[in-house]
């Protein structure tokens, strides 16, 4: 069993940067895969970045790909998604969640979720 917080969301201006971190609990954290999704309202939960569990392979959905950088530090248990040069449509809710099997874009791999962080842009 994972539990996963996430943190580090929040109001900015478009332009500005946000460092989300997911901490996770238990001794396995290493054997997971992570990913990072969000939600805005009104929309499905789309995938964002996912990275395996040594954090030799990463992944980013086209949108994402060189303003988000997904990263893991497995002594800390803990995931990072460094957001960059945010848009207003980046503003929903991000999740980040766990597979344990490889990593993976499809929501339905992922065994484990958190509660999710607001991140808010605004223009």
């Known amino acids: 069993q994972v539990q996963l917080v996430e943190s580090g969301g929040g109001l900015v201006q478009a332009g500005a940067s946000l460092r989300l971190s997911c901490l996770a609990s238990?001794?396995?954290?290493?054997?997971?895969?992570m990913g990072w999704f969000r939600q805005a309202p009104g929309k499905e939960r789309e995938f964002v970045a996912t990275i395996n569990w040594s954090g030799t392979s990463v992944y980013y959905a086209d949108s994402m790909k060189g303003r988000f950088t997904i990263s893991r530090d497995n002594a800390k248990n803990t995931v990072y998604l460094q957001m960059n040069s945010l848009k207003p449509e980046d503003t929903a809710v991000y999740y980040c969640?766990?597979?344990?099997?490889?990593?993976?874009?499809?929501?339905?791999?992922?065994?484990?979720w958190g509660q999710g962080t607001q991140v808010a842009v605004s223009s």
């Open positions: 238990g001794r396995t954290f290493g054997r997971y895969a």
């Open positions: 969640a766990a597979s344990n099997s490889n990593y993976s874009l499809r929501r339905s791999d992922y065994n484990y």
